[in-house]
């Protein structure tokens, strides 16, 4: 069997999942790689969700928040994208390669564009192949 | 909670053929049915119609089941629904997940085996996540029926009066030292002429002597504490003096401001005359006087469109008002100066409203030639010589003639646009409403809810909001009116429930959460040196959960624990299919 990502994305609310539920009433196709979490605010995800989505075994993951200045919390899509910075260094450090975790902003009108994202993000980790961070901790387990 | 046996009823529905054409509902059902802790796992043709509910509702009685999964649409469209039936059935509503099957994955794919295994997925990570989930309880809290209505324009003079006539007190806050705004500049308004005295002057005697209504003018609003139903602050008049006042909603009525011609060289504003501004003509008419500043009657009158509006380096909407301003100064001058010509120098002629179209139709008719320029190509107004027929003439690229023309003006009016108020920054950061590029104060929801703002109880009317016309802003402040009565009927509002709480044992007092909260919903504890939420004034976002090193922050229904347990089940089905 050829090798399928399995990606899992942090939607917030208002903006992004709103906009995923878009692409789906405009009935546009996108790939069924992806597995949808919703939160309140982008601003929600915890680093430790992300390193618990690898960890489990995801390929990828994806955060997508409202544009910068249309946070229905005013500001939560800021706190995030600090936070994505440092989970960038952070993966990368150890020796996980940063495609595998994407920030974009999404807003409720951008069905369209939620649906070209996840086919990209999708090619973009079916190449990089099957993440190593699952069956590693599995043999480095006690 | 956590000890009690779990007992979890899942449901799936095929919303007649939308779900069940693209995901295997029968070959779900029977997987999921043998996952930990389900009792039941069923599917059923429309979850959502009253059978479907009445399904839930039967079996949470028959199976004593004490969580329900449902995979159907979004949880935006039916979480509401879903959450009725279970407390219809005796249990907490929060004790619901929703797996959305519909939007995210049968409507977006296209191979039916990797739907089915997504679907299996996604009800897999809702079964594990609402084995977490708590019963939260439904608060409340007291609505204050005084009203704070900032701005005694002809929005808040409306806003005020509906809601005082329906019995409850209105504190009007004034800048000025008069009430009447914009409006009480006007001589007569378009498009019937009615005069703006004879339409203001009632209302404003009726709202100073209206016993449920209090006014301060020269006065502004100190920041604004608190949230829906309980809001208080300080009005401080010219002299310093303060006074506190508290009410449970908001009516923003600022108004606008007038564009202030002077950087835009071409018009000569300032250094010619007898070029005037909209504004400055108005109050010509009000004192029946329309002369030139030598004293003389003006031969010829240009009237120049779209100053400081429609423009790309200025603002590029459009005002609204101006166009009919135009052609109701158009109308006033030939009657009042028969053997004057008119020139209206436009470059589309906006005549929307009701009653507009037929007042450029009648205007059409009169001595008033309508020249058309286009808005990247500004006419320029200059001096002539000593001694020529007139003062100044008008360069214009007509558009519909394709020629360069000159229009003779002894007096030239600048239709003046409308921008935001020098005061909407502060306005907005006291009460808590957001700004558009522009400056404008943003609605909930442009076409949806356009009275109310993402703070709830603040409500934003008239041209605070964007330009706007008389009758659209008295509409304004009528709906915004009706929905403060509405809430304030309801005696008690419900408030947010998903909030966030401090674990004191686990606070470290580091004060992070303190800093990232948008509505300044945590507070210090000198005392305990433990961060506190108001559960009031938080909205739920989560952020300072997911910002709090030590873990002490629960973000009610959307916890670590729930989150992670979601994540677990998503990736185990994934596992194991594959």
Sequence with gaps: MSFEPKIVAFLCNWCSYTGADLAGTSRMKYAHNIRIIRVMCSGRVDPTFVLKALREGADGVLICGCHPGDCHYHEGNYRCLRRYHLMQKYIQQMGIESDRLRLEWVSASEGKQFAELVDEMTEQVRKLGPSEIKPVMEKLAV | ?578
């Design chain 2, 1 to 578: 909670m956590a000890e009690q046996e779990q007992r979890i009823g899942v449901y799936i529905c095929w919303c007649g053929s939308n779900i069940a054409k693209m995901v295997d509902v029968e070959g779900v059902s029977e997987q999921i049915g043998k996952l930990p802790n389900v009792v039941i796992a069923k599917n059923y043709k429309y979850m959502c119609s009253d059978p479907g509910q009445d399904l839930v509702v039967k079996d949470i009685k028959e199976h004593n089941l004490n969580r329900v999964v449902v995979a159907a649409c979004s949880p935006r469209m039916h979480e509401m629904t879903f959450r009725k039936a279970l407390q219809n059935a005796g249990l907490n509503p929060y004790l619901f997940e929703m797996a959305n099957i519909r939007e995210q994955v049968s409507w977006v794919h296209e191979d039916k085996d990797f739907a089915t295994k997504k679907a299996k997925s996604l009800i897999a990570a809702a079964v594990r996540r609402v084995s977490f989930h708590e019963e939260l309880d439904k608060r409340t809290v007291h609505i204050d029926p005084a009203v704070l209505v900032m701005g005694g324009g002809i929005s808040g003079i409306s806003a005020a009066l509906e809601i005082a006539d329906a019995g409850k007190q209105v504190y009007l806050v004034e800048r000025s030292n008069r009430l009447g705004g914009r409006v009480a500049d006007l001589d007569v308004t378009f498009p019937y002429g009615h005069s703006a005295r004879q339409l203001l002057e009632p209302m404003i005697k009726r709202v100073e002597q209206h016993p449920q209504i209090t006014v301060f003018t020269e006065c502004k609003v100190e920041e604004v504490f608190g949230y829906l139903g309980n809001f208080e602050c300080k009005v401080i008049g010219k002299d310093g003096k303060e006074t506190g006042i508290k009410f449970g909603n908001i009516v923003v009525a600022t108004g606008l401001k007038n564009f202030d011609p002077s950087g835009m060289d071409n018009y000569g504003y300032g250094k010619l005359p007898d070029v005037v501004t909209s504004v400055e003509f108005e109050k010509m008419l009000r004192q029946g006087k329309i002369e030139t500043k030598e004293g003389k009657i003006p031969q010829n009158v240009a009237l120049i469109h779209c100053v400081g509006s429609r423009n790309k380096d200025i603002h590029e909407y459009c005002s609204r008002t101006c166009c009919m301003t135009a052609l109701k100064y158009a109308n006033q001058v030939t009657a009042a100066l028969p053997e004057t010509n008119v020139y209206d120098c436009y470059v589309d002629m906006r005549a929307f409203g009701k009653g507009c179209e037929e007042l450029y139709a009648n205007t059409s008719r009169k001595n008033v030639m309508f020249l058309m320029f286009d808005k990247e190509d500004l006419p320029v107004i200059k001096k002539t010589a000593a001694g020529d027929t007139c003062n100044m003439v008008v360069e214009m690229n007509e558009v519909l003639s394709g020629e360069a023309i000159e229009v003779p003006a002894d007096m030239v009016v600048l239709m003046v646009g409308a921008e935001a108020h020098e005061d909407a920054k502060e306005v907005a950061h006291a009460v808590g409403v957001s700004m558009c590029g522009n400056d404008f104060f943003i609605e909930k929801h442009p076409k949806l809810d356009p009275v109310a703002t993402t703070t709830d109880g603040v409500y934003i009317v008239g041209s605070c909001q964007g330009p706007k016309d008389i009758p659209d802003s008295i509409a304004q402040a009528g709906a915004a009116a009706s929905r403060i009565l509405a809430t304030i009927a309801q005696v008690e509002v419900e408030v947010e429930v998903t909030t966030a709480v401090v674990n004191e044992d686990l606070c470290c007092g580091c004060q992070t959460c303190i800093k990232v909260c948008p509505y300044s919903a945590v507070t210090y504890d000198e005392e305990k040196k433990v961060s506190t939420v108001n559960e009031v004034l938080c909205k739920g976002c989560g952020t300072c959960g997911s910002t709090c090193p030590t873990g002490a922050i629960r973000s009610r229904h959307f916890t670590d624990q729930q989150i992670m347990s979601q994540i677990e089940g998503l990736m185990a089905m994934e596992m194991e299919v594959a």
